[in-house]
């Protein structure tokens, strides 16, 4: 046993100061990565996906989910606001590329469809720009270019989105993540699972 402890390097804290700087780089390059490339970590300012996602949320996106998987309707993504692209912003895909979408009497309809989205997120009746009459310019069809997305938020009486927008439709390469959870606080931790439509 006395032979054992003999063989030990002895203590040298310049190394030991080193070798925690080391570690302490590759933590901080790792999480530099990932936060860029794998998950993006946000934090909801706004009602406008409530009850879904709560004012002052924090969240977490999949920066690698379309980079493999396509775009659907209802997946919930993190995007540049087509109107001030240093802004993120965070809603649910109603249009796909292609899709003519009809808003009428509180009702989406996509692709001259006789039956509206099931929309049973929707916290409360849609009262505010949900028909020609309170839409601006009276627009209530929405004609979806190829290689882009109309969204929406789910709380629609208050929400900001492609209805106002100047630029109505978001690129596909703007789209930066799907969202996948709530974190925080911990008592609205939840999964962000997309809507299924019949």
């Known amino acids: 046993m006395k032979r054992k ?36 970590n946000a934090n909801v300012p706004s009602g406008s996906m ?10 977490l996106g999949n920066r690698l989910a379309y980079k493999t998987g396509d775009i659907k309707r ?17 809603k649910r895909v109603i249009g796909l590329p292609g899709d003519k979408v009809v808003i009428k009497e509180g009702k989406i309809y ?22 020609t009459s309170n839409l601006p310019d009276g627009k209530n069809e929405y004609n979806v270019p190829e290689g882009s997305y109309f969204l929406m938020g789910d709380n629609r009486n208050i929400s900001n989105d492609a209805r106002y927008w100047n630029n109505t439709y978001v690129k596909k390469e703007k789209i930066i993540a799907k969202a996948m959870c709530v974190y925080f606080p911990f008592n609205h931790m939840h999964a962000l699972e997309s809507a299924e439509y019949n």
Do not use: C, H
């Open 5 to 40: 402890l003999e063989e030990l390097e002895p203590f040298d804290l310049k190394k030991e100061i080193f070798s925690w700087i080391r570690i302490f780089i590759a933590a901080v390059v790792i999480a530099f990565l990932v936060n860029n490339f794998v998950i993006i």
């Open 110 to 131: 996509i692709n001259d469809s006789e039956e509206p989205l099931e929309e049973d997120y929707l916290p409360e009746e849609w009262t505010v720009g949900n028909d």
């Open 74 to 90: 209802g997946d919930i993504v993190i995007f540049k606001f087509p109107d001030d692209e240093s802004q993120l912003f965070v």
């Open 50 to 59: 409530e009850t879904t996602i709560m004012t002052k949320d924090r969240m």
